[in-house]
Protein backbone atom coordinates (compact mmCIF):
# COMPACT_ATOMS: atom_id res chain seq x y z
CA UNK A 1 0.00 0.00 0.00
CA UNK A 2 1.28 3.00 -0.97
CA UNK A 3 0.94 5.85 2.03
CA UNK A 4 0.05 9.41 1.93
CA UNK A 5 1.27 12.30 3.02
CA UNK A 6 -0.37 15.06 4.35
CA UNK A 7 0.23 18.56 5.05
CA UNK A 8 -1.22 19.09 8.60
CA UNK A 9 -1.89 22.88 8.98
CA UNK A 10 -2.36 24.68 12.29
CA UNK A 11 -5.98 25.18 11.48
CA UNK A 12 -6.62 21.79 11.16
CA UNK A 13 -5.09 21.35 14.58
CA UNK A 14 -6.79 23.99 15.99
CA UNK A 15 -10.13 22.20 15.16
CA UNK A 16 -9.31 19.14 16.71
CA UNK A 17 -8.80 20.56 20.07
CA UNK A 18 -12.35 21.75 20.10
CA UNK A 19 -13.34 18.46 21.00
CA UNK A 20 -14.68 19.18 24.51
CA UNK A 21 -17.16 21.65 23.71
CA UNK A 22 -19.32 19.37 22.42
CA UNK A 23 -20.44 18.42 25.84
CA UNK A 24 -23.00 20.65 27.49
CA UNK A 25 -23.64 20.67 31.51
CA UNK A 26 -26.94 21.97 32.44
CA UNK A 27 -30.33 21.36 31.49
CA UNK A 28 -33.08 23.08 29.59
CA UNK A 29 -36.29 23.35 30.90
CA UNK A 30 -38.70 21.63 28.27
CA UNK A 31 -42.08 23.59 27.25
CA UNK A 32 -45.63 22.14 27.37
CA UNK A 33 -47.35 20.93 24.13
CA UNK A 34 -50.60 20.78 23.36
CA UNK A 35 -52.62 17.35 22.11
CA UNK A 36 -55.57 15.98 21.94
CA UNK A 37 -55.09 12.39 23.66
CA UNK A 38 -52.61 11.60 26.69
CA UNK A 39 -49.38 9.61 26.40
CA UNK A 40 -50.65 6.47 28.11
CA UNK A 41 -53.42 6.14 25.06
CA UNK A 42 -50.89 6.82 22.29
CA UNK A 43 -49.09 3.83 23.85
CA UNK A 44 -51.76 1.71 24.13
CA UNK A 45 -53.37 2.33 21.07
CA UNK A 46 -49.57 1.88 19.12
CA UNK A 47 -49.32 -2.02 18.43
CA UNK A 48 -45.26 -0.84 17.72
CA UNK A 49 -44.86 0.22 21.34
CA UNK A 50 -46.88 -2.65 23.31
CA UNK A 51 -43.96 -3.99 25.53
CA UNK A 52 -43.12 -0.92 26.47
CA UNK A 53 -46.61 -0.05 27.46
CA UNK A 54 -46.39 -3.86 29.27
CA UNK A 55 -43.77 -2.64 31.86
CA UNK A 56 -45.44 1.07 32.28
CA UNK A 57 -48.79 -0.89 32.88
CA UNK A 58 -46.64 -3.24 35.72
CA UNK A 59 -44.80 -0.39 37.02
CA UNK A 60 -47.81 1.22 37.74
CA UNK A 61 -46.99 4.39 35.97
CA UNK A 62 -50.32 4.25 34.13
CA UNK A 63 -51.41 6.83 36.21
CA UNK A 64 -48.62 9.42 36.31
CA UNK A 65 -48.56 9.08 31.98
CA UNK A 66 -52.31 9.59 31.72
CA UNK A 67 -52.47 12.93 34.38
CA UNK A 68 -51.57 16.35 33.27
CA UNK A 69 -47.84 16.73 33.94
CA UNK A 70 -45.67 16.41 31.12
CA UNK A 71 -43.20 13.81 30.17
CA UNK A 72 -40.70 13.32 26.95
CA UNK A 73 -40.70 9.54 26.39
CA UNK A 74 -37.88 7.83 24.78
CA UNK A 75 -39.78 4.88 23.55
CA UNK A 76 -37.75 1.78 22.04
CA UNK A 77 -40.53 0.28 19.83
CA UNK A 78 -41.24 -3.62 20.17
CA UNK A 79 -38.22 -4.38 17.08
CA UNK A 80 -35.58 -2.28 19.32
CA UNK A 81 -36.64 -4.36 22.74
CA UNK A 82 -35.99 -7.56 20.64
CA UNK A 83 -32.86 -6.35 19.23
CA UNK A 84 -31.83 -5.98 22.99
CA UNK A 85 -33.32 -9.81 24.34
CA UNK A 86 -36.19 -8.32 25.65
CA UNK A 87 -39.55 -9.64 24.88
CA UNK A 88 -42.80 -9.80 26.75
CA UNK A 89 -42.12 -12.95 28.27
CA UNK A 90 -39.09 -11.16 29.97
CA UNK A 91 -40.84 -8.15 31.37
CA UNK A 92 -43.00 -10.86 33.04
CA UNK A 93 -40.59 -12.46 34.53
CA UNK A 94 -38.05 -9.36 35.40
CA UNK A 95 -38.05 -8.01 38.73
CA UNK A 96 -39.98 -4.69 39.32
CA UNK A 97 -36.52 -2.82 40.71
CA UNK A 98 -34.99 -3.14 37.60
CA UNK A 99 -37.31 -2.98 35.26
CA UNK A 100 -37.66 0.91 37.02
CA UNK A 101 -33.82 1.23 36.34
CA UNK A 102 -34.56 0.74 32.53
CA UNK A 103 -37.71 2.41 32.15
CA UNK A 104 -36.94 5.52 34.08
CA UNK A 105 -33.91 6.11 32.16
CA UNK A 106 -36.30 6.40 29.02
CA UNK A 107 -38.06 8.93 30.36
CA UNK A 108 -37.53 12.86 30.85
CA UNK A 109 -39.87 15.28 33.20
CA UNK A 110 -41.38 18.15 30.56
CA UNK A 111 -41.83 17.95 26.95
CA UNK A 112 -39.33 18.33 24.52
CA UNK A 113 -40.22 18.27 21.28
CA UNK A 114 -37.26 18.27 18.21
CA UNK A 115 -37.61 22.18 17.51
CA UNK A 116 -37.26 22.91 21.45
CA UNK A 117 -34.08 20.62 21.48
CA UNK A 118 -30.68 22.75 21.65
CA UNK A 119 -28.94 22.31 17.78
CA UNK A 120 -26.16 21.03 19.01
CA UNK A 121 -24.21 17.50 20.28
CA UNK A 122 -24.16 15.90 23.51
CA UNK A 123 -26.52 18.21 25.38
CA UNK A 124 -27.51 16.87 28.75
CA UNK A 125 -30.87 16.43 30.31
CA UNK A 126 -31.96 14.24 33.36
CA UNK A 127 -33.72 10.80 32.99
CA UNK A 128 -36.31 9.79 36.06
CA UNK A 129 -33.05 8.29 37.14
CA UNK A 130 -31.53 11.38 37.61
CA UNK A 131 -29.13 9.78 35.16
CA UNK A 132 -27.65 11.80 32.52
CA UNK A 133 -29.02 11.64 29.06
CA UNK A 134 -27.12 13.10 26.17
CA UNK A 135 -29.25 14.75 23.07
CA UNK A 136 -27.48 15.52 19.57
CA UNK A 137 -28.92 17.44 16.64
CA UNK A 138 -27.66 17.06 12.96
CA UNK A 139 -25.76 20.55 12.66
CA UNK A 140 -26.02 22.06 10.02
CA UNK A 141 -22.85 21.64 7.25
CA UNK A 142 -22.36 24.26 4.17
CA UNK A 143 -20.73 21.43 2.29
CA UNK A 144 -23.38 19.24 2.66
CA UNK A 145 -26.94 18.06 2.90
CA UNK A 146 -27.58 15.90 5.55
CA UNK A 147 -30.87 14.73 7.03
CA UNK A 148 -31.69 16.19 10.28
CA UNK A 149 -31.35 13.42 13.18
CA UNK A 150 -32.12 13.40 16.98
CA UNK A 151 -29.59 11.03 18.42
CA UNK A 152 -30.30 10.14 22.16
CA UNK A 153 -26.70 8.80 23.54
CA UNK A 154 -25.88 8.05 20.10
CA UNK A 155 -28.93 5.66 19.32
CA UNK A 156 -31.18 7.24 16.39
CA UNK A 157 -34.66 8.63 16.85
CA UNK A 158 -36.27 6.70 14.09
CA UNK A 159 -39.62 9.17 14.52
CA UNK A 160 -39.76 12.07 16.60
CA UNK A 161 -42.54 14.13 18.02
CA UNK A 162 -45.60 12.15 18.59
CA UNK A 163 -47.51 14.57 20.48
CA UNK A 164 -49.86 13.77 23.24
CA UNK A 165 -52.05 16.19 25.31
CA UNK A 166 -48.98 15.70 28.32
CA UNK A 167 -45.75 15.48 26.66
CA UNK A 168 -44.39 14.13 23.62
CA UNK A 169 -43.26 10.36 22.12
CA UNK A 170 -39.44 9.97 20.24
CA UNK A 171 -39.03 6.44 19.37
CA UNK A 172 -35.66 4.99 19.40
CA UNK A 173 -33.90 2.38 17.36
CA UNK A 174 -32.41 0.54 20.44
CA UNK A 175 -33.03 0.55 23.92
CA UNK A 176 -30.74 3.32 25.92
CA UNK A 177 -28.39 1.64 28.60
CA UNK A 178 -28.01 3.35 31.39
CA UNK A 179 -24.36 5.02 31.83
CA UNK A 180 -21.41 2.67 34.19
CA UNK A 181 -20.02 4.00 37.05
CA UNK A 182 -16.98 4.93 35.09
CA UNK A 183 -14.75 3.72 31.67
CA UNK A 184 -12.49 1.67 34.02
CA UNK A 185 -15.37 -0.49 35.47
CA UNK A 186 -16.71 -1.16 31.60
CA UNK A 187 -13.20 -2.04 31.15
CA UNK A 188 -12.84 -4.08 34.24
CA UNK A 189 -16.04 -6.07 34.11
CA UNK A 190 -15.86 -6.90 30.45
CA UNK A 191 -13.15 -9.88 30.05
CA UNK A 192 -12.93 -8.89 26.33
CA UNK A 193 -11.00 -6.23 27.40
CA UNK A 194 -8.61 -8.59 29.69
CA UNK A 195 -5.59 -7.77 27.58
CA UNK A 196 -6.27 -4.48 27.20
CA UNK A 197 -6.68 -3.96 30.39
CA UNK A 198 -3.06 -5.34 30.96
CA UNK A 199 -1.88 -3.10 28.53
CA UNK A 200 -3.01 -0.13 29.99
CA UNK A 201 -1.79 -1.00 33.66
CA UNK A 202 1.51 -1.74 32.25
CA UNK A 203 1.69 1.61 30.87
CA UNK A 204 0.37 3.36 33.42
CA UNK A 205 -2.65 4.42 31.88
CA UNK A 206 -5.74 2.19 33.88
CA UNK A 207 -5.63 3.79 37.29
CA UNK A 208 -6.96 7.17 35.74
CA UNK A 209 -10.27 5.73 34.60
CA UNK A 210 -12.09 6.05 37.34
CA UNK A 211 -11.63 9.93 38.22
CA UNK A 212 -13.93 12.39 37.44
CA UNK A 213 -13.55 14.47 34.24
CA UNK A 214 -14.12 12.87 30.91
CA UNK A 215 -12.48 9.90 28.82
CA UNK A 216 -13.30 8.61 25.66
CA UNK A 217 -11.14 5.19 25.65
CA UNK A 218 -10.76 3.46 22.13
CA UNK A 219 -10.61 -0.40 22.66
CA UNK A 220 -9.27 -2.99 21.66
CA UNK A 221 -10.62 -6.26 22.64
CA UNK A 222 -8.70 -9.76 23.03
CA UNK A 223 -9.52 -11.13 19.74
CA UNK A 224 -7.91 -8.02 17.78
CA UNK A 225 -4.39 -8.74 20.24
CA UNK A 226 -4.79 -12.20 19.22
CA UNK A 227 -4.89 -11.36 15.70
CA UNK A 228 -1.99 -9.47 15.92
CA UNK A 229 0.24 -12.46 17.87
CA UNK A 230 -0.14 -10.93 21.02
CA UNK A 231 -0.97 -12.62 24.17
CA UNK A 232 -0.58 -12.21 28.03
CA UNK A 233 3.07 -13.14 28.04
CA UNK A 234 4.09 -11.11 24.62
CA UNK A 235 2.29 -7.88 26.70
CA UNK A 236 4.42 -8.79 29.75
CA UNK A 237 7.69 -8.45 27.74
CA UNK A 238 6.75 -4.80 26.64
CA UNK A 239 7.86 -1.92 28.62
CA UNK A 240 7.53 2.06 28.37
CA UNK A 241 11.18 2.72 27.20
CA UNK A 242 11.60 -0.06 24.67
CA UNK A 243 7.68 0.46 23.79
CA UNK A 244 7.30 4.58 23.49
CA UNK A 245 4.41 5.45 24.85
CA UNK A 246 2.25 6.40 22.35
CA UNK A 247 1.91 2.23 21.48
CA UNK A 248 -1.09 2.63 24.32
CA UNK A 249 -1.57 6.22 25.29
CA UNK A 250 -3.41 7.06 21.95
CA UNK A 251 -6.06 4.76 22.87
CA UNK A 252 -7.25 7.11 26.14
CA UNK A 253 -8.08 10.38 25.43
CA UNK A 254 -8.77 12.30 28.78
CA UNK A 255 -10.95 15.18 28.52
CA UNK A 256 -12.70 14.36 25.63
CA UNK A 257 -16.56 13.01 24.97
CA UNK A 258 -17.79 11.96 22.34
CA UNK A 259 -20.69 9.20 20.56
CA UNK A 260 -19.86 7.67 16.83
CA UNK A 261 -23.14 9.65 15.87
CA UNK A 262 -21.22 13.06 16.63
CA UNK A 263 -18.61 12.48 14.60
CA UNK A 264 -20.76 12.77 11.93
CA UNK A 265 -23.79 15.18 13.09
CA UNK A 266 -21.32 18.19 13.33
CA UNK A 267 -19.03 19.52 10.52
CA UNK A 268 -15.42 19.56 10.08
CA UNK A 269 -15.57 23.26 10.25
CA UNK A 270 -17.65 23.26 13.95
CA UNK A 271 -17.13 21.66 16.95
CA UNK A 272 -17.10 18.13 16.24
CA UNK A 273 -14.97 15.62 17.17
CA UNK A 274 -12.46 14.98 14.78
CA UNK A 275 -9.28 13.65 16.58
CA UNK A 276 -6.52 14.42 19.05
CA UNK A 277 -2.99 15.16 19.22
CA UNK A 278 -0.49 13.86 21.03
CA UNK A 279 3.22 15.29 21.87
CA UNK A 280 4.47 12.67 18.80
CA UNK A 281 1.30 11.37 17.33
CA UNK A 282 -2.06 12.61 15.54
CA UNK A 283 -5.16 10.36 15.54
CA UNK A 284 -7.87 11.60 13.22
CA UNK A 285 -11.24 9.53 13.51
CA UNK A 286 -14.48 10.16 11.38
CA UNK A 287 -17.98 7.54 11.28
CA UNK A 288 -16.08 5.49 9.10
CA UNK A 289 -12.27 4.60 10.25
CA UNK A 290 -9.14 6.38 11.91
CA UNK A 291 -5.86 7.57 10.58
CA UNK A 292 -3.23 6.98 13.19
CA UNK A 293 -0.32 9.12 11.96
CA UNK A 294 3.40 9.53 14.10
CA UNK A 295 5.39 13.16 14.27
CA UNK A 296 8.64 12.05 14.81
CA UNK A 297 10.04 15.08 13.23
CA UNK A 298 7.19 17.13 12.92
CA UNK A 299 8.30 17.43 9.24
CA UNK A 300 7.83 14.51 7.52
CA UNK A 301 4.98 12.17 9.25
CA UNK A 302 3.89 9.02 8.29
CA UNK A 303 1.03 6.49 8.81
CA UNK A 304 0.54 3.19 10.58
CA UNK A 305 -0.98 1.71 7.83
CA UNK A 306 -3.88 -0.24 10.11
CA UNK A 307 -7.28 0.11 9.31
CA UNK A 308 -9.22 0.19 11.95
CA UNK A 309 -13.05 0.87 13.11
CA UNK A 310 -15.74 0.90 15.78
CA UNK A 311 -17.46 -1.99 16.45
CA UNK A 312 -19.03 -1.59 19.59
CA UNK A 313 -19.44 1.41 20.27
CA UNK A 314 -21.03 4.33 22.68
CA UNK A 315 -20.41 2.24 25.63
CA UNK A 316 -21.53 5.32 27.91
CA UNK A 317 -19.97 5.89 31.94
CA UNK A 318 -20.80 8.84 33.97
CA UNK A 319 -17.02 9.74 32.85
CA UNK A 320 -16.66 9.30 29.72
CA UNK A 321 -17.43 6.59 26.70
CA UNK A 322 -15.66 3.30 25.49
CA UNK A 323 -15.94 2.53 21.72
CA UNK A 324 -14.83 -0.97 20.68
CA UNK A 325 -12.27 -1.17 17.62
CA UNK A 326 -11.47 -3.72 15.20
CA UNK A 327 -7.68 -3.60 15.24
CA UNK A 328 -4.60 -1.76 16.77
CA UNK A 329 -3.99 1.37 15.79
CA UNK A 330 -0.23 0.70 15.83
CA UNK A 331 1.69 -2.71 17.18
CA UNK A 332 4.83 -3.12 19.43
CA UNK A 333 6.87 -4.02 16.09
CA UNK A 334 6.33 -0.33 13.93
CA UNK A 335 6.60 1.14 17.00
CA UNK A 336 10.13 0.09 17.56
CA UNK A 337 11.10 1.52 13.94
CA UNK A 338 10.57 4.79 15.38
Known amino acids: MKLKKYIITPLLFSVLLLLASCIKDYDTQPEPTVAQRPLLTLLENNYSFSIF ?3 IKRLGMDKMLNGTEAYTLLVPDDDAFALAGITPKTVSSVDTASLRKIIGYHIIKGALPYNKIPQTVD ?3 TALTAQPVYFSVTLPD ?3 TRPQLLHVNGITAKKTDVVASNGVIHVLEKVLTAPAASVKSILNNNPDYSLFVQALKQFGLFDQLDKAGL ?13 NGIDESTLATLDTLT ?6 APYVIPGKFFFRSDLDDAPLTGIGPK ?3 GSDYLLQIDYYNFSFQLLPDKVDPFYFPNTVQFTSSDQLAFNGVVHGINNLLITPDYALKQ
Not at 217 to 225: C, G, Q, R, S, Y
Not at 243 to 248: A, E, G, H, N, T
Request: net charge positive.
Open 53 to 55: YQV
Open 123 to 125: YRF
Open 142 to 144: PNR
Open 215 to 227: FVVLAPDNEVFMQ
Open 243 to 248: YKKFLF
Open 275 to 277: GVR
